[in-house]
Nanobody
Framework: QVQLVESGGGLVQAGGSLRLSCAAS????????MGWFRQAPGKEREFVAA???????YYAASVRGRFTISRDNAKNTVYLQMNSLKSEDTAVYYC?????????????????WGQGTQVTVSS
C-alpha cells in the first residue's frame, strides 16, 4: 500500500508562484509514474502534469510553460512548481501514483491518490 501526502498549497495572488510537494511511502517509488490532477468547485477532475518512472514529463495544454513537474527519488517526493498563476488555477490539487510506471492523463492508471491540497489564486 502506498500513501501519498500533498503539501504546499495556499493562497497566492495572480502572477505568483507556489510549489506543491507529494511525499510517498514505500520502497519502490522510483518505479512509479506520478501525476498531478486538480478539481475546481463544480467541475470535473482534470489532468495537470505527469512524470514517468524514467523522468519523461507531459503537461496539460493549460499549464504547459507555467508549471513544472519533477521528482526526487531519494526523498520519495514529486513536486509541482507553479508559476504565473491565474485565477483559473484555483482548485484542490491531488497527486497520484501508478506502480506500473507509465501514468496517463485520464487518471485511470493511477492506483493511489493523496487527500489533496487547496490552491487559491486571487485576482
Amino acid at each position: 500500500q502506498v500513501q501519498l501526502v500533498e503539501s504546499g498549497g495556499g493562497l497566492v495572488q495572480a502572477g505568483g508562484s507556489l510549489r506543491l510537494s507529494c511525499a510517498a511511502s514505500g520502497r519502490t517509488f522510483s518505479s512509479y509514474a506520478m501525476g498531478w490532477f486538480r478539481q475546481a468547485p463544480g467541475k470535473e477532475r482534470e489532468f495537470v502534469a505527469a512524470i514517468s518512472w524514467s523522468g519523461g514529463t507531459y503537461y496539460a495544454a493549460s499549464v504547459r510553460g507555467r508549471f513544472t513537474i519533477s521528482r526526487d527519488n531519494a526523498k520519495n517526493t514529486v513536486y509541482l512548481q507553479m508559476n504565473s498563476l491565474k485565477s483559473e488555477d484555483t482548485a484542490v490539487y491531488y497527486c497520484a501514483a501508478d506502480r506500473y510506471g507509465l501514468g496517463d492523463n485520464t487518471g485511470q492508471r493511477y492506483e493511489y491518490w493523496g487527500q489533496g491540497t487547496q490552491v487559491t489564486v486571487s485576482s
